[in-house]
Every structure is written in C-alpha cells, then in structure tokens.
C-alpha cells in the first residue's frame, strides 16, 4: 500500500492548500492514504482527519519540527504536550529526538540534504542518534538531493519515507511511502515503520493535474 507520509495543509499557515482537495487529489491518484505534518503542531491537523474519515481515505497525523540542525517528521505523538521549549523553531535537535521517542513515537529527518537555511541537517545527519528511518524522497527536492537521502539511509541501514511535502494540490503524491504491511492506523504506521517494511520512492502514478 502507498502513503504520502509528508504533506501540509492550510493549516500550517504557509499556504492555502484546502485538506478537502488534498484528500480528494491523493484518491484519485490512487493512494491508500497521507498523513499530515503540519508545522510545529500535531493538534493542528485534527480537522484534516475528520475530512479524511468522512471522504473514506485514511489519513494519519504526525508534525514537522523546526530544530536547530534541520527539521524533522515525528509520528506517534497525540497532542502537542510534547514541545516542552515553549518556541516553534530552533528547537535542541538531539533533545527532541529523545523527547518523542521517550512519548512512544519516532523521528525521521524530513529533506536531509535540501540546501536552504537551517531546514536540513545535511552530512551531520549520519552523526544523528534516535532516528527510526530517513525521508528518502521529497517531493519538493531536486533529485540530487534526494539520491544522496538515499545513499545515507543506506549507509545508516535505516529504512526509507517518501512524501511529497506538498503545500499545493498539483504537489500531492510526487513522491510517497510503499508499505509491505497493512497500515490502518498510527499504531500500524509506527509498527511496519520499525520493521522496515517500507520504502520511500517517486509515486509512479503521479502525474500533475
């Protein structure tokens, strides 16, 4: 099964994409399901859900953290208890780490090796302790950014997600997660996730609207 396991909604304020057109988008491109990661809140992203059972597409929830070394994805958290920083960006990369893991989710560095600002921990990532698997494939990258995720997750033998990052319709599904085992829910993710049974990779039925 195929998930886009990385996209963003209005909800994250930095864009005017409609959660009814990105659910509606994903199904007729065939897609099992997405999971949103809306900026720095994972409460934000509760009406997107709503929308998704209502339009009978699976739709998990995780966030993206704004750290000091890059951001990053984090499933398996229920509410946003777990930003004890009291501050949206630049948060303690490692300390973060620990905090999600310690809350039972896990962490997935999000565009490793996109070059702007401070949003990617770049070659530092393969100093990185804690993580559960590396975004292999993003659908805002170029794809020499994403061949070198590739080339580290494999040198870190960590397994691989693929999302599309999207804050446009036309963006959802470019590049998403292959599933070996049955998702249908955040507990399932984090299980086939742990395993190994996934691999990021370009969405083959993607094509722009």
Not at 14 to 31: C, F, Q, S, T, V
């Amino acid at each position: 099964m195929w998930i886009d396991t990385h996209c963003h909604t209005k909800y994250s304020y930095d864009n005017w994409l409609e959660p009814l057109d990105l659910i509606r988008r994903a199904k007729a491109l065939g897609l099992d399901g997405v999971c949103i990661t809306e900026h720095y809140s994972y409460e934000a992203s509760e009406p997107v859900e709503r929308i998704g059972r209502e339009e009978g597409l699976l739709v998990l929830r995780g966030v993206e953290i704004a750290t000091d070394r890059g951001h990053l994805l984090a499933y398996g958290v229920m509410d946003d208890g777990w930003n004890v920083w009291d501050r949206n960006s630049y948060l303690p990369m490692d300390e973060v780490i620990e905090r999600i893991n310690l809350l039972g989710g896990l962490c997935v560095p999000a565009h490793p090796f996109r070059e702007i600002g401070l949003s990617s921990p770049l070659d530092s990532l393969l100093e990185l302790e804690g993580i559960a698997a590396v975004e292999s494939h993003n659908g805002g990258n170029i794809d020499s950014d994403n061949d070198l995720a590739i080339h580290a997750s494999q040198h870190l033998g960590l397994p691989t997600l693929g999302g599309s990052d999207c804050h446009k319709t036309v963006a959802v599904g470019r590049c998403a997660t292959e599933f070996s085992q049955p998702v249908h829910d955040m507990t399932s993710f984090l299980a086939a996730v742990r395993a190994g049974a996934c691999r990021g990779a370009y969405y083959a039925p993607y094509k722009q609207a």
